[in-house]
T-cell receptor
Framework: GQSLEQPSEVTAVEGAIVQINCTYQ??????LSWYQQHDGGAPTFLSY????GLEETGRFSSFLSRSDSYGYLLLQELQMKDSASYFC????????????FGTGTRLQVTL | NAGVMQNPRHLVRRRGQEARLRCSPM?????VYWYRQLPEEGLKFMVY????????ESGMPKERFSAEFPKEGPSILRIQQVVRGDSAAYFC?????????????FGPGTRLTVL
């Protein structure tokens, strides 16, 4: 089967940097995606890693190590509006379009 | 360019009734995915459809649930004889099916409450 592990909650202060880790167990790994979801809202795509290394998009960066089955999302210069749930999601080679989501990390940004 | 549209946004049904959830993909997208999300949980894949074809339904419950994506009109997720455990948020996503990543864009979801 497949499983993804994320911390359930993270708290950080405004302006800080926070890292949300994701470890996965899956067969036929294709890539790792990150989504943001505000309460009552739809998941919004943030980042994707198909290859090892760091992908940077503005204040958000994502990292992947395929050999360690591990990735993380890095959020810099935290803002109050970043308070949301963050999900990692795996795409597999067998069904390259299906996403398997982690249980999510709830980020609370405080003053 | 309008995003993924879902309706209704909120749906209340009594046990035993039928629920129909609609999804109109983004313009130019011919691939549709349905996911279910229980409170405080991640999204669980249900089904992946292209026009007039079910590509992967490995996440669909064997009974009471069905999905279609006709040549014309929105994709429909149908739940027959709903039970309280069906209460959840149901999200639809669409993509072009092209490119290395084939990013999925999500709709606002339909929140189903079964009384």
């Amino acid at each position: 089967g497949q499983s993804l592990e994320q911390p359930s909650e993270v708290t950080a202060v405004e302006g800080a940097i926070v890292q949300i880790n994701c470890t996965y167990q899956t067969s036929g790994f294709y890539g790792l995606s990150w989504y943001q979801q505000h309460d009552g809202g739809a998941p919004t795509f943030l980042s994707y890693n198909g290859l090892d290394g760091l992908e940077e998009t503005g204040r958000f960066s994502s990292f992947l190590s395929r050999s360690d089955s591990y990735g993380y999302l890095l959020l810099q210069e935290l803002q109050m509006k970043d308070s949301a749930s963050y999900f990692c999601a795996v795409r597999n080679t067998g069904t390259a379009s299906k996403l398997t989501f982690g249980t999510g990390t709830r980020l609370q940004v405080t003053l | 360019n309008a995003g993924v549209m879902q309706n209704p946004r909120h749906l209340v049904r009594r046990r035993g009734q039928e629920a129909r959830l609609r999804c109109s993909p983004m313009k130019g997208h011919s691939h549709v995915y349905w996911y279910r999300q229980l409170p405080e949980e991640g999204l669980k894949f249900m089904v992946y459809l292209q026009k007039e074809n079910i590509i992967d339904e490995s996440g669909m419950p064997k009974e009471r649930f069905s999905a279609e994506f006709p040549k014309e009109g929105p994709s429909i997720l149908r739940i027959q004889q709903v039970v309280r455990g069906d209460s959840a948020a149901y999200f639809c996503a669409s993509s072009t099916g092209l490119g290395t990543y084939n990013e999925q864009f999500f709709g606002p979801g339909t929140r189903l409450t079964v009384l």
